[in-house]
């Protein structure tokens, strides 16, 4: 049996939910000897043959959860903007998997929970399982991974984070950045959202009253990094 044979049956599988799959992203280990280039050829002639327009990208993960994740969701998001449309995403874990790429799908998972203001969604998980024969037998998971912040982001608090993850490292910048890209607020509006960043451990603040800078932490960059 093909790895092939896996992700056409996961397209069929998610187009039979009365679902239309555009875009397929494989995540390739580092080391891993899979012919991933082949194996998205062979995808996108499968879906051809099944009335489906299929663009097919391969992700190479390095071992590093921060990096992998970030190009995960990089990648998530890059099809939306190319689709310029809500995504709704599933995430499809297989047997026999490699078990560093499925922690790196699963943490992704909970990361696009928390960007639903970039207008993509989590819909679910996607089992296939493989017998000895080879025969897959596909099963819809009801199951959310854990979110990373049980309370969430709202959307100006997600807003904030962004404007951090470019740079703007002071209040008065974010504050600016802010107003000129989203809404007149008051910087005290922005130090209250600084604030609920610093909390949810997302951002960090260091130097000393009147001059603090804001920098990404290390979830903070898994998010928006």
Known sequence: MSKASVYNRALVE???WSLVPRYLI????????????????EVMNFA?????????????????????VSSVRRAIL?????????????FALFDGADNWASLVLLTTASVIRLI???????????????????????QRLDFLPPSLLP??????TYNVLKIVARDASTA??????????YEKVSRRFIIKELNKLIK?????????ANNYTYSLTELGKLIVG
């Open 151 to 156: 309370g969430g982001l709202s959307k100006s």
């Open 116 to 138: 639903m203001w970039e207008d993509v969604n989590l819909e679910g998980f996607l089992y296939l399982h493989i017998d000895d024969t080879g025969v897959i037998t596909p």
């Open 26 to 41: 494989l995540v390739k280990p580092q080391g891993s000897q899979i012919d991933a280039e082949k194996i998205a050829e």
């Open 172 to 181: 008065n910048e974010i504050h600016k950045a802010y107003i000129n890209e």
């Open 200 to 208: 949810a451990r997302l951002v960090q603040r260091s130097g000393v």
């Open 48 to 68: 051809k043959q099944i009335n489906l327009s299929v663009k097919v990208q391969v992700i190479p993960i390095e071992g590093n959860i921060l990096n992998d």
């Open 14 to 16: 998610i187009a039979q």
């Open 78 to 90: 890059n099809c939306r903007q190319l689709n310029n449309a809500h995504l709704k995403v599933f």
